[in-house]
């Protein structure tokens, strides 16, 4: 049973890494040892806790969070197959099977003496998070996830990483179309929110970006290329987000959600676009997926930052018995809001956001 005095706190990853993840490590440990706490690492999501004398739990103390703000992935290993509602496991006919493992995940924490969590992860992690402070564990969330499509927060960390990364992709793909007349398609992530095709799009003056919330049409996209072509620009770069998909069609997939995995992974939308321009326009075309690159390495200054204020006011609301909260950014302020409210829906672009309005103000075709 919790005393409900504070003395040692859990943090864990889970999903898919975003740059930032060290940096919040950081600040809760810092923020943590400084009110006299101690602070248990978990290994890979929630496994660690099922075997806490094999490297499950760390110990981390000031040494371990040295010199790690800048560094990508994170000290504590994630995966996006540790749902402990469905966990994975294979039977004896090689088969995998998921038992919810929840009830053993809430033992594991009374059993390492843990008084609260500090859950950093994006809408899938956050959603066990929630659950499992339902059931009874003192948790705080944390967002993170390059796809920025957590509501309630007007950012999270590591997505201007991978709209840095992916803006600068598209900038170096300009030069190569241009000198070979070429369309360039660019694939990149996001699921099902378009965030980061539409700020590196717009940032990287892409001549169309495609996005999930605007289903396209084939025609639309051909008549700006076919105009550029008519206006002497003999090249077109088209950005496209992994979840788009033409009107009345749908999204494309490389493997489906199942045997521990939350979720379809998306992918295929950009070969199966250029593939249709090249044939239905007559211009030579090259697709490439930017893929885990707009995860890789490090974050940027303004990632760091917000991580950092994250992971530090994630241990305020622990010590304010906040708990079943997610940290948020609320310009200018960090803020806790309840869990439950920003992991009711995804948060999409707003199709009659300024945003939408800049790239049609500046000529992107949307392909609508
Ligand atoms: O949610 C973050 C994200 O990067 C998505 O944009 C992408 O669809 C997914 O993760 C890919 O995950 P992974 O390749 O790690 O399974």
Redesign the pocket.
């Known amino acids: 049973m919790r005393s409900g005095q504070i003395r040692r706190i859990a943090v864990n990853t889970g999903?898919?890494d975003a740059p930032g993840l060290n940096a919040v490590i950081r600040a809760v440990v810092i923020a943590a040892l400084s009110r006299g706490w101690e602070v248990l690492g978990i290994h890979r999501g929630y496994s660690g806790l099922f075997a806490p004398e094999d490297g499950g739990l760390i110990r981390l103390d000031r040494e371990s969070v040295r010199g790690i703000t800048h560094l990508g992935g994170t000290i504590l290993g994630t995966s996006?197959r540790g749902n402990p509602f469905a966990w994975p496991v294979t039977t004896n006919d090689g088969n995998v099977v998921e038992v919810d493992r929840s009830a053993d995940v809430i033992d594991a924490f009374d059993a390492a003496g843990i008084d609260a969590l500090v859950a950093i992860g994006?809408d899938g992690s956050l959603r066990i998070a929630h659950e499992l402070s339902k059931s009874g564990l003192p948790v705080v969330g944390v967002p993170k996830?390059?796809?920025n499509d957590v509501e309630r927060t007007f950012f999270t960390f590591g997505f201007m990483t991978a709209c840095s990364i992916a803006t600068e992709a598209i900038d170096r793909l300009h030069s190569t179309a241009e000198s070979h007349e070429r369309v360039m398609v660019i694939e990149l992530?996001?699921?099902d929110a378009g965030w980061i095709s539409l700020h590196s799009g717009i940032a990287g003056s892409a001549d169309v970006v495609l996005i999930p919330e605007i289903p396209f049409e084939l025609e639309s996209v051909y008549r700006k290329i076919r105009d550029r072509e008519a206006h002497g620009r003999h090249f077109s770069i088209v950005v496209v987000a992994?979840g788009a998909l033409p009107k009345g069609g749908h999204q494309l997939t490389l493997e489906a959600a199942g045997g521990g995995r939350e979720e379809a992974?998306?992918g295929g939308i950009g070969e199966w676009l250029a593939e249709k321009i090249e044939k239905d326009t007559g211009k030579e075309t090259r697709h490439m997926v930017l893929g885990?690159l707009?995860?890789g390495g490090g974050p940027v200054a303004y990632d760091r930052l917000l991580a950092l204020r994250f992971g530090a006011a994630a241990v305020r609301c622990v010590e304010m018995r906040a708990f079943g909260t997610m940290v948020a950014l609320q310009p200018p302020r960090v803020v806790a809001v309840p869990m439950a409210e920003a992991i009711r829906e995804r948060k999409l672009v707003p199709v009659d956001g300024d945003l939408i309005q800049t790239a049609r103000d500046l000529g992107i075709s949307l392909g609508d």
């Open positions: 999903g898919g996006n994006g996830t390059i796809d992530m996001g699921r992994e992974r998306l885990h707009q995860r």
